[in-house]
């Protein structure tokens, strides 16, 4: 049980920074070889196969010309659930 329940929190984790990440990658323009973008798509190659399925059934929320991926909050909200079942 400790073990899953470590798993599902460093999970929870990594989905935060992923986060804050994608907007200091997105907004702070850096470059490839950045360490920040290196840690990004690192941690991208991860959770973006998670977040596949949710995209594809929950669209981007508009805003104007903006479209918010609302999947990584969803993915968060499912995590902690779990927990709370599990641990």
Same mark, same amino acid.
């Given at each position: 049980?400790?073990?899953?329940?470590?798993?599902?929190?460093?999970?929870?984790?990594?989905?935060?920074?992923?986060?804050?990440?994608?907007?200091? =990658?997105? &907004? *702070?323009?850096?470059?490839?070889?950045?360490?920040?973008?290196?840690?990004?798509?690192? #941690? !991208?190659?991860?959770?973006?196969?998670?977040?596949?399925?949710?995209?594809?059934?929950?669209?981007? =929320?508009? &805003? *104007?010309?903006?479209?918010?991926?609302?999947?990584?909050?969803?993915?968060?909200?499912? #995590? !902690?659930?779990?927990?709370?079942?599990?641990?």
């Amino acid at each position: 049980m400790g073990v899953i329940c470590l798993i599902l929190q460093l999970a929870f984790w990594a989905i935060i920074v992923w986060v804050v990440l994608s907007y200091v =990658v997105n &907004f *702070g323009r850096l470059p490839w070889g950045h360490p920040v973008r290196t840690a990004y798509d690192t #941690l !991208s190659r991860g959770i973006d196969p998670v977040l596949r399925p949710i995209r594809s059934a929950i669209p981007p =929320v508009r &805003f *104007g010309g903006v479209g918010l991926d609302l999947s990584p909050l969803i993915l968060i909200i499912g #995590l !902690s659930l779990l927990r709370r079942i599990i641990c």
